[in-house]
């Protein structure tokens, strides 16, 4: 996500920057038309792509009004849902200069209001641009700006969706675009595969209104008109499947297709790669959303792992799109507790699986060498108490002191051994090497078999 656009292309002499009213947002002084809902086809995304991409007069209006269509299809829509998700599940907070975590924040951040914003802020991955204006005020609130009239290529608001008279964007404080002039979103690549599954799904239809049900031939004689008559009505009322009526002179055959696709699979596969096609686009991977018949765990798991790849490139771009200054500033402005320095960022969450091995290992290594207390409170998610240095201290009084030979333990144990293993007789243990082994125990069960 980035809101940078060359500066050739924003000072292009055929935009024309007007001033905007003072008192007036910029929302309301745009002309909405409607979106073209007509039947779209592979000349429509085509001709689209290329005036997108126009060194003079660039237009994205018909690859957007493409995409408001091709949006409607189910997978593409389910997965594009999946990605979303996959960031706003994530727990976001804002931390000051110091690093401390600002409770104050946490409302808004938790709101419906600011999950809009991440929702929107996502869609410049679909759509390459996108935009809001923060409606002034004491309430954190913003309107969407359409797309079709926000022209990244010179930097306004137009007034017009296919006209290049408007607002330059960067000079109001309350706007804010996100997007690079060169970027049309992943739905370019998806238009082809969904268009190409929509025709496929027709003819498929067709296909099972043709053959699903059986066709019925009728001959008659051709000089008996009464029993074409009488034949045409007893036909009509039985039913409504496939009828033909022919002359018994006539030559007739039907040719189904059942030779090569009795059951119409032909559709179902082409149906199957263009949804496959999308997953790959949007998520980087199929398995995650579809499971193919000879894919097993180990395919899965990898697939699994790429997506999360994505998730955390979405994660990253998120944190470094809040911090730009201009929506610190615009933040400021509702007079909420945000400062230079100060930084939005995802909190990391605990993978039980990676942890339940990295534990071992952890207690292995604290064993041969000093391991800071800081390490395993921040690897394993754990809160430092606030009386730490009080605890700390009462846990080096009670740990047992080295022995210089076989003597009684404590609470009259047997004898020491000086070369036993301290972690096969826990009460020889400090607390915090007790807790690494009731951790260590915990993951790996098969420890103590």
């Given at each position: 996500?980035?809101a ?40 429509y ?19 957007y ?8 299809d189910a ?10 998700a996959g960031?706003l599940?994530k ?11 600002v ?7 938790g709101?419906?209001?600011?999950r ?69 979103g ?18 498929w ?15 008659y004689?051709?000089?008996d ?29 039907i ?11 032909i559709?179902?596969?082409l ?15 199929t ?12 395919q ?8 999360l790849?994505?998730?955390k ?7 470094t ?12 402005s509702?007079?909420?507790?945000v400062?230079?320095?100060g930084?939005f ?9 990676q ?22 409170y ?6 430092k108490?606030d ?7 009462k ?5 047992t002191p ?19 293993d301290?972690f096969?007789?826990p ?23």
């Amino acid at each position: 996500m980035n809101a940078k656009s060359t500066n050739k292309q924003v000072n292009s002499p055929e935009a024309t920057k007007i001033p905007l009213p003072e008192g007036q947002l910029v929302v309301n002084q745009t002309i909405i038309r409607p979106i073209d809902r007509q039947v779209k086809d592979i000349g429509y995304w085509r001709m689209g792509h290329i005036a997108a991409e126009r060194i003079v007069y660039p237009n994205r209006v018909r690859l957007y009004d493409l995409y408001e269509d091709i949006i409607l299809d189910a997978h593409l829509k389910g997965i594009w849902k999946k990605r979303i998700a996959g960031v706003l599940n994530k727990k976001l907070r804002y931390y000051d200069k110091a690093g401390h975590a600002v409770e104050e924040m946490d409302p808004l951040i938790g709101g419906k209001v600011f999950r809009k914003l991440i929702k929107e802020l996502m869609q410049e991955k679909a759509y390459g641009v996108t935009g809001v204006e923060f409606t002034p005020g004491s309430e954190f609130s913003f309107k969407k700006i359409n797309r079709k009239h926000i022209k990244p290529e010179t930097g306004i608001i137009a007034i017009e969706q296919f006209g290049t008279e408007g607002y330059a964007y960067d000079q109001l404080p309350f706007v804010w675009v996100v997007g690079d002039a060169d970027n049309f979103g992943f739905l370019l690549e998806c238009a082809p595969y969904a268009l190409y599954k929509r025709g496929t799904m027709a003819d498929w239809s067709q296909f099972s209104e043709i053959f699903g049900m059986p066709m019925r031939v009728a001959k008659y004689d051709t000089n008996d008109l009464k029993t074409k008559i009488e034949l045409k009505t007893a036909l009509d009322a039985s039913g409504s499947a496939l009828v033909m009526m022919i002359p018994k002179q006539a030559d007739f055959d039907i040719i189904d297709g059942k030779v090569t696709d009795a059951d119409g699979s032909i559709y179902s596969n082409l149906k199957d790669a263009c949804n496959q096609e999308m997953s790959v686009t949007v998520l980087g991977a199929t398995e995650t959303t579809t499971s193919s018949q000879k894919s097993g765990y180990a395919q899965g798991k990898v697939h699994a792992d790429q997506q999360l790849e994505i998730t955390k490139e979405d994660l990253e771009d998120m944190q470094t799109t809040l911090n730009e200054a201009k929506f610190i500033a615009i933040l400021q402005s509702y007079n909420l507790p945000v400062s230079p320095g100060g930084m939005f960022r995802y909190e990391e969450e605990v993978n039980i699986d990676q942890l339940s091995k990295r534990i071992l290992i952890d207690a292995q290594v604290a064993r041969t060498v000093p391991v800071s207390d800081d390490y395993f409170y921040e690897t394993y998610g754990i809160d430092k108490p606030d009386n730490y240095d009080e605890l700390k201290k009462k846990m080096e009084a009670q740990a047992t002191p080295p022995s210089a030979g076989p003597a009684a333990g404590p609470e009259g144990d047997p004898p020491g051994d000086p070369k036993a293993d301290p972690f096969d007789n826990p009460k020889s243990l400090g607390r915090l090497d007790r807790l690494r082994m009731l951790l260590a125990n915990f993951f790996d069960p098969a420890r103590n078999d």
